[in-house]
């Protein structure tokens, strides 16, 4: 009898363990999946505010072509890209495209007080750091997630499941140094 | 250098915050027992019935209201999304880095640089910094301040130090009320009721001092970690470390007593001792300069 019952507490215990694992594996596995919605929004936002900041940026800087076409460009590539890898490559670019816009505002004392430039400059800079900070937070939740994968016992139920490790985002980062800016 | 925990930091917390919940509630019904012997016999059941319900319902008032008590106390008001625009970025910026939920955010009228974190767990959290902070420091101070206090919501700290800072700063009012009012209204003679005059008033004399005690233990440990979250939240220990620096020739500020080690710096910026509610803001420079 005893024996039985021995029995019946290991099974429940290792069913126990099971059940943990598995939810652990569903918690992380969100996690991962809500992190990268986090960059979603913070590069949907982003764009959004483009539009607006070109119209300003013409009223004050008209013959500054050039650059306010790469950013439109780097801003259509943006939306067109179909997956996130690429969506934040592109947005890697319209960074670029808008440090160089920003520093040719430099030279446009008119422009650099007006009112709605400096509300659109200052919440385009605090997007950039949020989407820096939900990339680290992704890269973090990726990084949990995979632990558990191959670290024992994790790895024994991984495999139960069928969960595989899941890949880092992998773009550079975006150089932190100031653009160039030619004048000719 | 050496790994801190994390998940064993918020476990801590959480079974700190319910041993001392029942610390309370033992000391409210010893208090009860205490003053239904002084008193008269007759009256025992209904004081000790008395007692307990006190206890209960005061230990579930703090734990859903402490952090509103706390911020009451220093007159805090809440930040405009227009007027702190920076205080909501950086905010929002770190609870993306850190996956938490937006806090509350509330600012205080003080010209020192200072910031804590409230509630009971981080869906129900609060920052508060003072003006001071928003005008005296930089961006990347700011943040790394504000990671600090966000250190604070991820590992518990909140839950436990403002339960500690509220219920027990409240006692020593409590116990400081009851001394008086055995000074003023001791005429009975009886020996047996003067024994537990004195024990009473021995206690509420030892209430105060172990209030005092506990109020020292709960932060020193706490800022490390706090410091250590934050560097895991912004990737830098460089806006923390300057926000110190600057911390350290900042103006001592009044505050109560009672809340001081909510505060991520000792309000009163005494010299550190064997009684420093805060461990000094060297030690804390050197401890984040080796991340």
Known sequence: ?184 | MERISFYDQIARNKRKSIVLMFCIFLIFVLLGFLISLAFSKEYFFVVMAVAIVFSLSYIMFTYYYSDKIALMSVRAFPASRTQHKQYYDIVEGLCLASGLPMPKLYIMKSPQINAFATGRNPENAVVCVTTGALEKLNKQELEGVLAHELGHIANYDIRFMTLAVVMVGIISIVSEIFLRSLWLGGSEGEKKNVLFLLLGILFAILAPLFAMLVQLAISRKREFTADATAVKFTRSPTGLINALKKIKHDVPMHVNKAVAPLFMSDPFRKISGLFSTHPPIDERIKALSRM
């Not at chain 1, 539009?51 to 067109?80: C, D, F, Q, S």
């Not at chain 1, 950039?128 to 939900?134: F, Q, R, T």
Request: proline fraction near 3%; hydrophobic fraction near 50%; charge should be positive.
């Open chain 1, 1 to 184: 009898m005893l024996w039985l019952w021995i029995v019946i507490g290991v099974v429940a215990f290792v069913l126990l363990i099971a059940i943990f694992y598995f939810n652990r594996f569903v918690v992380l596995e969100r996690r991962v999946e809500n992190s990268l919605a986090q960059i979603d929004v913070q590069l949907k936002k982003r764009a959004d505010l483009i539009p607006n900041l070109i119209e300003t940026v013409k009223g004050y800087a008209r013959h500054e072509r050039r650059i306010m076409e790469e950013v439109a460009r780097a801003r259509k590539e943006m939306l067109k890209a179909g997956d996130i890898a690429a969506k934040v490559k592109a947005s890697n670019q319209l960074e670029k495209a808008l440090g160089k816009l920003f520093a040719i505002a430099e030279n446009y004392p008119q422009l650099k007080a007006n009112e709605n430039f400096l509300q659109l400059q200052q919440e385009l800079s605090a997007i950039e750091d949020k989407i820096a900070y939900a990339r680290q937070y992704y890269n973090d939740s990726i990084m949990a997630y995979n632990i558990l994968c191959t670290k024992f016992p994790g790895v024994a139920f991984a495999k139960l499941y069928g969960k595989k490790e899941k890949a880092f985002l992998k773009i550079p980062e975006v150089e932190k140094k100031v653009p160039k800016v030619s004048f000719e």
